[in-house]
């Protein structure tokens, strides 16, 4: 998957994990489950780009993750979570070492909201990885997505 990033761009492996399948939606994999089998759950893995001017502020709102129901509807009773939060990529010449200056809160709506931790002035481009859990009135696991957010801030101010 290619995204445009402020002065070019720049693509990225989006592999479906072997027990997934590729939907016609770009970046989107959904667990595979029998026919007949009522306690599998059709997890998601979603990838997601994000471009970025160079400068952002710190405690800057990114982007808002939700995960949804089969109804189509958000899932209000979700809990978000980093799973892996480095700016090391395949291909990437980056520190690998360093964490990415982002973080993830839970807002009243069931969403995710990914936030600047620090003002960006490097170019670089990260990678973070996000799980989603919504849980059911019983407390159990009804849908799972996890995100692979791949964030650019360009060289450039604009």
Same mark, same amino acid.
């Given at each position: 998957m290619c995204f445009n990033q402020r002065g070019g761009y720049e693509c990225v492996d989006i592999p479906c994990p072997a027990n997934y399948e590729r939907t016609e939606r770009a970046g989107y994999c959904v667990r595979k489950c029998p026919y007949n089998d009522v306690h599998c759950r059709r997890d998601v893995l979603e990838y997601?780009? #994000?471009? #970025?001017?160079?400068? @952002? =502020?710190?405690?800057?709102? #990114? @982007? =808002? #993750? !939700?995960?949804k129901i089969q109804d189509g509807? @958000?899932?209000?009773?979700?809990f978000y979570k980093i799973i892996q939060n480095t700016s090391r990529r395949c291909g990437c010449t980056c520190d690998c070492s360093t964490q990415v200056p982002f973080n993830i809160r839970h807002d009243r709506n069931g969403k995710g909201v990914v936030y600047t931790l620090e003002p960006l002035t490097n170019a670089k481009t990260y990678q973070m990885t996000v799980e989603a859990t919504g849980y059911n009135d019983a407390h159990q696991i009804e849908?799972?997505?996890? !995100?692979? @957010? !791949?964030i650019s801030v360009s060289v450039y101010p604009y």
């Amino acid at each position: 998957m290619c995204f445009n990033q402020r002065g070019g761009y720049e693509c990225v492996d989006i592999p479906c994990p072997a027990n997934y399948e590729r939907t016609e939606r770009a970046g989107y994999c959904v667990r595979k489950c029998p026919y007949n089998d009522v306690h599998c759950r059709r997890d998601v893995l979603e990838y997601m780009t #994000l471009s #970025l001017a160079n400068g @952002i =502020r710190s405690h800057q709102d #990114l @982007i =808002r #993750l !939700f995960t949804k129901i089969q109804d189509g509807q @958000i899932h209000e009773n979700s809990f978000y979570k980093i799973i892996q939060n480095t700016s090391r990529r395949c291909g990437c010449t980056c520190d690998c070492s360093t964490q990415v200056p982002f973080n993830i809160r839970h807002d009243r709506n069931g969403k995710g909201v990914v936030y600047t931790l620090e003002p960006l002035t490097n170019a670089k481009t990260y990678q973070m990885t996000v799980e989603a859990t919504g849980y059911n009135d019983a407390h159990q696991i009804e849908y799972q997505t996890t !995100f692979v @957010i !791949f964030i650019s801030v360009s060289v450039y101010p604009y």
